[in-house]
């Protein structure tokens, strides 16, 4: 019986709004993890949003490949902290993906699990564990489609040029219209206070 193995990576940690969001990605058979197009996989933040695409829509269509996403709220982020709401998310995911039998779990360096699942920890697992990377890929391009969505909805941020991410234009607009209920309060203390005084 084959050793199931499953590759889980984040996207969004850094982030001023919106959620962070995790994938994880699992197989039993081998896989040749090199796009016909654009050769061997690398991390989600070395591609362009193009390769990204044409990486999401490679590896969620792949037969020997079954992925899931997960995402922690903002308002959860700031109620727990970030660590901890990552870390939740992966341990959901990787749950949800585990088999009976054996199996192991690829993580990018800043995630943990729980001890009853094996499992290591790698920095820069997104660039040294194909798995992982692919993980990265399918989490990146997933929240960057949820933020533009949320930019329809909360069009004076730019949420679909940044991402949520604290850009020179997203931190002007946060100080002229304050937060949406995508910010995550933990992290835009001092934007809010500033506004406040001013």
Known sequence: ???V???????GRGALAGPVVLSAVRTEAPVRWVHPKLGPIRDS?????RARQLWFDYLTRHPALVWRVSWTSPALIDRV???????????????RLMP???CFVWL?????????????AVIKGDE???IVAAASIIAKVWRDRLMVRHAARFPVYGFDEHKGYGTRFHREQLRLHGPSVLHR??????LIEARVRS
């Open 108 to 120: 990018d360096g800043g995630l943990r699990l729980p001890a009853d699942i094996p499992h290591e």
């Open 185 to 190: 309060r933990s992290f835009i203390t001092r």
């Open 5 to 11: 193995v499953i590759g889980i990576d984040e996207v």
């Open 1 to 3: 019986m084959r050793r």
């Open 128 to 130: 040294r564990i194909p």
């Open 81 to 95: 902290n970030i660590a901890r709401a990552a870390d939740r998310a992966a341990c959901r995911l990787a749950r």
């Open 100 to 102: 009976a039998g054996a």
């Open 45 to 49: 933040k070395k591609l362009t949003a």
